[in-house]
């Protein structure tokens, strides 16, 4: 008995020492299990803050942000990428990058690991308009796939801010440089309005003169009729009407009073000419004022006689009942220069002889229109929508600067309320139409944009 219970204690006491054993690792166990849910909860409480403050980094970036995998198919994108698209998120999921940048997925797949940058690249938004957009991405593993970051940058309006820096940064350039050709406009207009004052004066008294030698020469005719039947002056007179006939005074006189009036009209066309140098080199304030169109389509006729001499006919068809248009006369001066100058240089461009410029003036009841036309080559189709970009020109490298187009729109559309137009005229290869408000009172802007239609 004594045997068996020492075996039963024996076995109660390991059994005991097991289960002290048992608790004591179930303890530990427990111990650890603790601190791993601890750790287990802090980071995901981290994992939880990093998911908001990346999702909010995402929808606040100013850029949008897009990832992709190697299938090309947008996974992640943030609300910017939305408002730059113009497509709701769920939308853009699983889309192809395709959608939203033609040929992107080739772009993509020939690029190498790493960072990679398109410039100036097309976005097609969901409701069709295009942007212009900068592209940086980075391309490498993110777990066992290949993935694609793209940061999506609208550049469209920098694009335009240049645009418009550039514009009128040429025009400050084409005003400097007409202050310029002004300045020295002004001074050969003084230098020979100077002379030509002495040599208007000095005709003027030539013709005086001429007439009062004339007056004098029909008195001596009669004493020269009188003096006839005496007999002692008979061979004076016969001396004098021989000298008379072999210089053939009286058909001189006629000329030099010819060659007077001449000279006269030359003068007087000179002096038109300074005129006009001075006014186009001192065109006044920027004021608007009533002008007549009509007198300024002469004016610029006039100044570019010697540019259409043996190259152009100038035909005019003004109505002349044409109201005075509230407007800045240099502005439309220089915008009617300019296409009256293309115009005669399109027509030297055909080398055919002598070709054809018109200009006509009318109105309507809101609006007063020029037309100026020409017989030259024309302007190919493909080119007619870049007509008013800056710098654009179709003339060969040296004679054109692609300024005088861009500056007239400007002056008809921005600075006029107008329109500046190219149509087509039966008859002509090339017809611009200026078109200007008779009434500037609630008068809406046209847009800045390539207008072709046609006008019969």
């Known amino acids: 008995m004594s045997d068996l219970e020492d075996r039963m204690n024996a076995i109660i006491a390991r059994e005991r020492a097991s289960r002290k054993q048992a608790e004591a690792l179930l303890e530990s166990k427990s111990l650890e ?8 909860q802090a980071s995901q409480a981290k994992l939880e803050y990093s998911i908001s403050v990346l999702s909010e980094f995402m929808n606040h970036a100013p850029d949008g942000v897009i990832l992709c995998t190697d299938d090309f198919r947008i996974h992640i994108c943030n609300r910017h990428s939305c408002q730059l698209t113009g497509h709701v998120h769920d939308s ?16 993509l797949n020939r690029t190498k690991s790493g960072n990679f940058t398109f410039d100036r690249q097309l976005l097609t938004r969901a409701d069709g308009e295009t942007r212009v957009v900068d592209i940086k991405g980075y391309k490498g593993p993110i777990g066992r796939e290949c993935h694609y970051i793209l940061i999506i940058q609208d550049i469209t309006e920098k694009l335009e801010e240049e645009r418009q820096h550039q514009k009128m940064a040429s025009q400050m350039e084409e005003a400097r440089r007409l202050e310029a050709i002004g300045a020295l406009s002004s001074g050969i207009a003084h230098e020979i309005n100077t002379p030509i004052q002495f040599i208007g004066d000095n005709i ?6 001429l007439q009062l030698i004339n007056q004098s020469y029909q008195r001596y005719e009669k004493l020269r009729a009188a003096a006839s039947d005496i007999e002692p002056l008979n061979d004076l007179v016969s001396e004098i009407d021989a000298f008379n006939s072999s210089v053939n005074l009286v058909t001189m006189i006629g000329e030099i009073r010819a060659s007077l009036d001449d000279a006269r009209a030359g003068i007087r066309q ?54 005075p248009v509230l407007c800045r006369r240099s502005q439309i001066q220089q915008t009617v220069l300019n296409l009256v100058l293309n115009a005669i240089d399109a027509v030297a461009e055909t080398q055919q002889g002598t070709g054809d410029v018109a200009i006509r003036s009318c109105y309507d009841e809101e609006q007063a229109h020029l037309f100026i ?39 008809i559309v921005t600075g006029h309320q107008g329109r500046l137009s190219l149509v087509e005229i039966e008859g002509f290869a090339t017809t611009f139409r200026i078109s200007l408000p008779l009434h500037t009172a609630d008068i809406t802007p046209y847009p800045e944009e390539f207008e072709y239609e046609y006008a019969s």
């Open 33 to 40: 299990l603790f601190e791993n849910s601890r750790r287990l």
């Open 373 to 411: 036309s020409d017989t030259g080559n024309g302007i190919p189709p493909a080119l007619r929508e870049r007509i008013f970009d800056p710098f654009f020109t179709t003339k060969p490298v040296g004679k054109g600067t692609g300024q005088g187009l861009a500056l007239a729109q400007d002056y």
């Open 204 to 209: 003027d008294y030539l013709g005086e003169a």
């Open 92 to 107: 853009l999921i699983n889309q192809s990058v395709d959608k939203l940048v033609h040929n992107l997925s080739l772009m």
């Open 270 to 323: 000179v002096r038109d000419i300074v005129r006009l140098m001075k006014e186009f080199a001192h065109p006044g304030t920027g004021d608007k004022s009533p002008v007549d169109l009509n007198e300024v389509v002469r004016n610029v006729v006039t100044i570019s006689r010697n540019q259409q001499k043996n190259i152009a006919t100038i035909s005019l068809q003004l109505d002349e009942t044409l109201p």
